[in-house]
């Protein structure tokens, strides 16, 4: 399995030129996120405040990307536990794992809920290469929605639960698409000569966020991006000389509206 460095999705923010000072958080809430403290990777729970620190998986393979049910009662997730990447969901204290893609040879990737909790998009080699596929929150009743001969895969719901976002080298270069959940319509989103990826979407569905490179004289750098759900208008959030990835939007509004 090839992973980059362990990462935790952070509030969409503006970096400033001078670095905020660090202090502990005094938050409330958990927050679940992967880490290879203990040697591989395997999926934590912490309170926002930094206090109860739990580990949930005991794996000696990898545990990644999981990512909380919409009612918070579950936690999605995708491991090679079992020989080959398969999506796992578990309760919040790690009781009553279940494999829902126990797929031999196969990897599943890059799971995600529909804004209902019923259903699961991700992204899977089935067919040879990546496409995207959604299935029930059981693991059943399995649908390609975007079949491609090129790779496809890191969906995301958009919030009214009609389209998904992700991204595809169809083109060359990984590019921002769309598409509706009954895959019969697929829209470019970005065009650029170097990699646009790792999407998501705006609370409101206007617009989605996304690992945005810009080049500086020979050097390319990844930057936070901002596209319109249309694909006309790109703009630039962050603006430093470190890697920016990984974007997942939050807004002050849609959690007041529960969203």
């Known amino acids: 399995m090839r992973y ?10 503006i970096v400033c030129s001078n670095p905020p000072q660090i202090s502990q958080c005094q938050h409330n809430g958990q927050i679940v996120f992967s880490s290879n403290r203990d040697g591989n990777y395997n999926i934590y729970i912490v309170n926002a405040d930094g206090s109860k620190l739990r580990r949930l998986t005991d794996s000696k393979s990898t545990d990644y990307s999981p990512t909380w049910s919409p009612d918070g009662s579950k936690i999605l997730f995708f491991s090679d536990r079992d020989g080959d990447d398969d999506i796992y969901v578990m309760n919040t204290n790690g009781s009553n794992l279940i494999n829902l893609t126990d797929n031999s040879q196969i990897s599943d990737w890059y799971p995600c809920w529909s804004p209902d909790g019923n259903f699961i998009a991700f992204s899977s080699n089935h067919d040879g290469n990546y496409n995207i596929f959604i299935m029930d929150n059981k693991g059943k009743n399995i649908r390609k929605v975007v079949d491609h001969p090129e790779n496809d895969y890191m969906p995301d719901w ?40 790792k999407s998501r979407w705006s609370p409101d569905g206007t617009h989605i966020a996304f690992q945005l490179p810009v080049k500086t004289g020979k050097s390319l750098n990844n930057e936070i991006g901002i596209i319109d759900i249309e ?29």
Do not use: M, Y
Not at 4 to 13: D, I, T
């Open 4 to 13: 980059g460095s362990v990462f935790a999705f952070v509030l969409l923010s």
């Open 158 to 197: 958009s919030p009214d639960g009609t389209k998904l976002a992700f991204t595809s080298n169809r083109n060359g270069n990984q590019d921002i698409f769309t598409v509706d959940i009954d895959g019969k319509r697929v829209t470019q989103l970005t065009e650029a000569s170097h990699n646009e990826r």
């Open 231 to 259: 694909g006309k208008t790109v703009c630039r959030v962050t603006n430093n000389p470190g890697w920016d990835t990984h974007p997942h939007w939050f807004s002050k509004s849609s959690s007041e509206n529960g969203k």
